[in-house]
C-alpha cells in the first residue's frame, strides 16, 4: 500500500505568519490576547492557551478588558483571518497595544473594498456568511455589501436600479464554484467589475488535493473542524473520492482499510501544524 501526503498540505504563508506573531509576543513577557482564535485550528489554540494566551471571543469581550496602561498594557494580536475597521478604533481608544496578524491576502481585499465602496459600488463578497474573514470585510465596507455563498443565492440576487457591483471573494473559497457564481452575474448582464481574491495558495492547494483524490482509494483530510478552506478540501476531495476521511485529530482516525487498497492519499488545511500531519501519515503508515 502506497501513503502519498498533498505536496501543498499544512500551514500556508498567512497562518505560519499569524502563530509566529503570538509566539513573538509571548517572548515578550506581556498579557497577550487574540481578537478571535488567531487560525481555525483547535490544536494549534490549545497549545497557545497553555502558554497563557487568551481568546477574546467577541466585540463584547473586548470592551469588557481594562484599559492599557504604559509598558504593562496588553497586547491584542489581530487573527489571520482579519478584524472589522470598528475593532480597531476600539482598541486605540482604550489604548490596548494593536498587533497586526492578518494575512497579506486578507488585508489587499480590505483595501479594495475601502476603495471601491467609497467610489459607490455594491460589494458582492463570494464566501461563507458569519465566517470572520467575511465578517471582516463586510466591516470595511463603506456602502451596501451582500455575501454570497451559493449559486442559487446569485441567480436571485436582484441589484438596486443603477448599482454598480463589485465582486470579491473569501480567500479560501472554492476556486471553481467563485468562477460559476461571478459567470451567473455576468450573464444577467449586471454592471460588473470583478477581481479574483482567492489566494494563489488555495488554489493551488485544492487543485493538488482533487488531483490526489482522483488518484486515491482512501483520502484523509486533516484539519479544525471550523476551519472553512479544510472543510473546501474534504468537499474536493468527496467529489473525488468516496472514502474520504474528514479528521481533526489522530483520535479522530478509525480506518478499516480493505486489502484492495493501493493508495492512501492524505492531505490538510492551511491552519493544520506539520507535527499532526505527520503524526497521521505515521500512523497510517505503522497500522496498515
Not at 474528514?246 to 501544524?273: C, N, W
Amino acid at each position: 500500500m502506497e501513503i502519498v501526503l498533498d505536496e501543498c498540505a499544512g500551514f500556508c504563508f498567512g497562518v505560519r505568519r499569524a502563530v509566529d506573531t503570538v509566539y513573538e509576543q509571548l517572548e515578550k513577557g506581556k498579557t497577550i490576547y487574540t481578537y478571535g482564535s488567531v487560525v481555525h485550528n483547535e490544536v494549534v489554540v490549545q497549545e497557545l492557551a497553555k502558554r497563557g494566551v487568551k481568546v477574546l471571543e467577541d466585540k463584547a469581550s473586548l470592551l469588557a478588558l481594562p484599559p492599557g496602561k504604559g509598558e504593562e498594557k496588553a497586547a491584542v494580536v489581530i487573527r489571520a483571518h482579519g478584524v472589522p475597521e470598528e475593532i480597531y478604533g476600539i482598541l486605540e481608544q482604550k489604548g490596548l497595544e494593536c498587533v497586526d496578524a492578518t494575512c497579506p491576502f486578507v488585508k489587499r481585499i480590505h483595501r479594495i473594498v475601502r476603495e471601491q465602496s467609497a467610489q459607490g459600488k455594491h460589494i458582492v463578497i463570494v464566501g461563507n456568511p458569519g465566517h470572520p474573514e467575511v465578517e471582516g470585510i463586510l466591516g470595511m465596507c463603506r456602502g451596501p455589501a451582500t455575501v454570497v455563498e451559493e449559486p442559487g443565492e446569485a441567480e436571485n440576487f436582484v441589484p438596486e436600479e443603477g448599482d454598480s457591483l463589485f465582486v470579491v471573494s473569501q480567500t479560501t473559497f472554492n476556486y471553481n464554484k467563485f468562477h460559476y457564481i461571478v459567470e451567473i452575474f455576468q450573464e444577467k448582464g449586471y454592471n460588473v467589475s470583478v477581481v479574483n481574491t482567492i489566494c494563489s495558495a488555495t488554489k493551488e492547494r485544492q487543485q493538488s488535493a482533487r488531483a490526489l483524490a482522483a488518484r486515491a482509494d482512501v483520502m484523509i483530510v486533516i484539519g479544525g473542524k471550523h476551519s472553512s478552506n479544510t472543510r473546501k478540501l474534504y468537499e474536493i476531495c468527496r467529489g473525488e473520492c468516496a472514502n474520504t476521511y474528514f479528521i481533526q485529530t489522530l483520535d479522530d482516525l478509525h480506518l478499516e482499510l480493505p486489502k484492495a487498497v493501493r493508495l492512501v492519499g492524505i492531505t490538510a488545511g492551511a491552519s493544520t501544524p506539520n507535527k499532526l500531519i505527520e503524526e497521521v501519515q505515521r500512523h497510517v503508515r505503522i497500522n496498515f
